[in-house]
């Protein structure tokens, strides 16, 4: 099983897993400060055994991880959370329906409880719960599934990759996706541009996806251009 796991900016790392039944990478992010570490994001609960390995790499143990954070409630970002016996678990209110029916009483749907090292946004188009979160410190901002590159392989085998070198691919799936009236009702594209809008408040340098590949570089400037050339 073919995985990665990498420091993307100082104290945060990425956990990248290749998931055989969906042909697809799975991201989770660990970002460690000095009152405890953070998991965004927790994989599947098959899955779980991987990243505990790959954390105890940079000497991590499960019950080191004081936080999961949650971008949205499926089962490939919140199901390692039955192995986080003492971590809190937060999550948006809109979301706790998708959790399983143990899990809605342990998560918290209180979003102030991301703890004043993030920020966070609303965006409510992948789930009705969606959020994005912004690491100041280290200008990187974790958008779950809102951006990602499900099913994609890594540019040249780096989980990194500069925004230019993806730039094409979105704007031609954006593109793609905008001229299909069709898609364009059935997937909310309205509610996906009104997202990648509230990203712009933003100035981060790593945009950290739900699927596959991290964008680096000047994000503003990169979302400001796909708005632009997306009608």
Not at 18 to 31: A, E, G, I, L, R
Not at 77 to 90: E, M, Q, S
Not at 152 to 175: C, G, M, R, W
Request: glycine fraction near 8%; hydrophobic fraction near 40%; charged fraction near 25%.
């Amino acid at each position: 099983m073919e995985k990665f796991f990498e420091k993307v900016a100082e104290n945060v790392y990425a956990f990248l897993l290749w998931d055989d039944s969906w042909h697809s990478f799975n991201n989770c992010y660990v970002v460690i400060e000095k009152n405890g570490v953070t998991l965004i994001d927790s994989g599947k609960t098959e899955h779980f055994t991987h990243l505990e390995s790959s954390l105890s790499e940079i000497g991590i143990r499960i019950w080191d991880i004081t936080k999961l954070i949650a971008t949205h409630g499926h089962k490939d970002h919140i199901g390692g959370y039955a192995n986080l016996h003492n971590t809190k678990k937060v999550i948006h209110p809109n979301d706790l329906a998708l959790l399983p029916s143990d899990a809605r009483s342990i998560f918290n749907p209180d979003l102030d409880q991301v703890g004043n090292e993030f920020e966070w946004v609303h965006l409510g188009h992948h789930t009705k719960g969606s959020i994005a979160l912004y690491h100041c410190k280290s200008k990187v901002l974790f958008c779950g599934d809102h951006v990602c590159f499900f099913g994609e392989p890594l540019p040249n085998d780096q989980i990194v990759t500069e925004k230019e070198i993806i730039n094409d691919h979105v704007q031609s799936f954006l593109a793609g996706f905008a001229s299909n009236k069709e898609m364009r009702e059935k997937e909310d594209f309205k509610g996906l541009m009104e997202g990648l809008k509230e990203l712009l408040r933003f100035d981060a340098k790593f945009l950290c996806t739900g699927h596959g590949v991290i964008v680096q570089g000047d994000i503003r400037d990169w979302i400001n251009e796909i708005l632009r050339n997306i009608k």
